[in-house]
């Protein structure tokens, strides 16, 4: 099944964001679910550029990382990545609120409460910043 996750486009002078499509291996009927299959076709991808050949950079990837504050040459450790624990990592992390999911422009609340995701639904994942700083 293919959904349509909005993403920010990185790197570009205007704050714009775009669907993407996004590939599930299973339909999702609850936000437990949605995530976990999230996470898993997301650590396959990943857990799959490790195993790439180093490609160089070029001078529109070093431009757009520059914008970012940070180039980047490669995987750190190569170390592939667990689809368990980033599952058990995301549960945990909505729990703490630290993302919110929304179905179109509806909020989804409650983990195993019943989604209706059919093909081409539109996902927004917003990762909310927690500001640093001293208090006094």
Excluded at 22 to 36: G, V
Excluded at 44 to 66: F, H, K, Q, W
Aim: hydrophobic letters at 45%; a negative charge; proline letters at 3%.
């Amino acid at each position: 099944m293919t959904i349509s996750v909005n993403v920010k486009q990185l790197g570009k002078k205007r704050n714009r964001i775009s669907d993407m499509p996004f590939f599930l291996e299973n339909k999702p009927h609850t936000l437990r679910e949605l995530i976990t299959e999230s996470v898993r076709t997301c650590v396959i991808a990943y857990n799959g550029r490790i195993n790439a050949e180093a490609v160089p950079l070029t001078d529109e990837a070093i431009t757009a990382m520059s914008e970012l504050g940070k180039i980047a040459f490669g995987m750190s450790d190569g170390v592939p990545a667990d689809i368990a624990k980033a599952t058990d990592d995301a549960i945990l992390a909505f729990d703490d609120g630290l993302y919110r999911v929304f179905l179109g422009e509806d909020e989804l609340t409650e983990l195993d409460g019943s989604i209706e995701l059919n093909e081409n639904s539109s996902v927004t994942f917003i990762r909310l910043v927690m500001l640093a700083g001293r208090m006094w």
